[in-house]
């Protein structure tokens, strides 16, 4: 029997189809065709490049003071106005351009009052997209549209965040657009963590996103490091592979002793993970009724009556996928027993105050994914158990706060996984596409959100999520 050849796949391997993809004409015929882009995205805890420009209205001050705590030095941005405007080639007037590739365009908007200045934000914005380096950002940085009183700042902070989604979706070369809103006392060291994460290669794959930086303390020597976990005991359920395995190793690098949870049936798998990053294995069904007070008990046997858990990061998940005319009561309840009802039940344990638990100050991160955002054929249970996290982290962080614990969640998109290799080729090629970044997320992507958000001077951060899809046209 002959093979199935799918054309597809040939475009996307042929080394002569990825150099013709290449070539200018080809680039736009590869853009119908589908082929995957070939570059990669800038990771890791690497900056830009080129230079960060800061845009600021005159009242502005959060984001210079915040970049100045992060040692990153700043140019002024280039504005295009009529009068800046030079006769180009052709004789059309051309805006003016940095000199250069530019790394980053930041802008503090926390200023921003009326529509007139919105034309400033437009003039930086210009230049700076036609000058942006590939893996680029611009981040926006404006108050909380419910800060504000009077109607007409409060509309355009809103207004901002179609500002923000559109800028992703115009951007190329891996350059990402992102929106943080801040309280109006949000410190310069709270915001830290947010700008340096978004500056940095670990944002790699959060596009076109919007979320809150609200108050709390946190000291300077907090703000600037970079191992916030060094001496702090990180568990992840689903550590034995896929993401769950991304994340043991992200939180290692940043100092983390990591306890990593997986069923017994993936015990080597497991072993192999904890091993490589000296941390320590348990083999756990979470679905058992005890699994938070095992957890807890394993913490305490392995590192001290005293020790406790800094962070509990809820990775286990699975799908059981079936349209709803054909989903049994087992499919229905397996899912929803493992991603949700599992996490319900052992965070009530570990934040009973039992040894072993979390610790006060600490941080809860769970995920949510896209299809839970946005629904998604074949994936009622799915959707139901990832929506309810999102409900979860806004209901418990509140409740939460008192204790100084934050709350958050990730909604990753697609992500290169054993889980998303089950998905037939086709599908699986459209979904890889279907994001303004034109590639699929890797694991590491979500787990540096993650590392992100659970890090000591996250504290600001809490009832969040933040989606690491490149800007997934789904439910954008
Ligand atoms: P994965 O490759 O299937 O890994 C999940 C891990 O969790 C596996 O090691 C699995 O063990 C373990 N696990 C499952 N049930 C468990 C249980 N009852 N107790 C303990 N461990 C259990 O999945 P992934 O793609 O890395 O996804 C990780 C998380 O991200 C999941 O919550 C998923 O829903 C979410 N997510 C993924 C994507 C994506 O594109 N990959 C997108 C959105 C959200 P066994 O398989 O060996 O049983």
Redesign the pocket.
Known sequence: MRAKVDPLEIIATSPLARAIASSSVGKSVATKLGVPPTFDLRRGRTLQGGAVSLARLDNSTLLGATLTLLGVEIIDPVVDTPGARTPGESGRPVPPGYEGRLGALVLDLTGLRTVQELEYVRGVLRPAIRSLERSGRIIFVARTPESYDELEPRVLAQGLDGLNRTVAKELRGGATSNLVWVDPETSPEALASTLRFLLEGRSAYVDGQSWRVGVAKVDQDVAQTTRPYDGKIVAI??A?????AAIARTFARDGATVVG???P??GEALAKVVNDIHGTALQ????LPDAGERIAEHVAERYGADARLYAVIH?????RDRMLVNLDEKGWAAVLD??LA?QLRMNASLLDGRPGGLADGGSIVG?S???GIAGNKGQANYATS?AAIVGLVRAMAPKLADRAITINAVG????E????AAIPYLQRQIFQRSNSLAQGGK?VD?AETIAYLADPASAAVTGQVVRVCGQALVGQ
């Not at 990753?412 to 992500?415: E, H, K, Q, T, V």
């Open positions: 359920t689903g034995a592979r896929g993401i769950g949870v997986d069923v049936a993936s756990l069904d979470i679905t990775n286990a998940g699975i799908t493992v991603n599992a995920i994914s896209t299809s990832k990753p998109g697609f992500i996984t054993e889980m998303t694991p979500v």
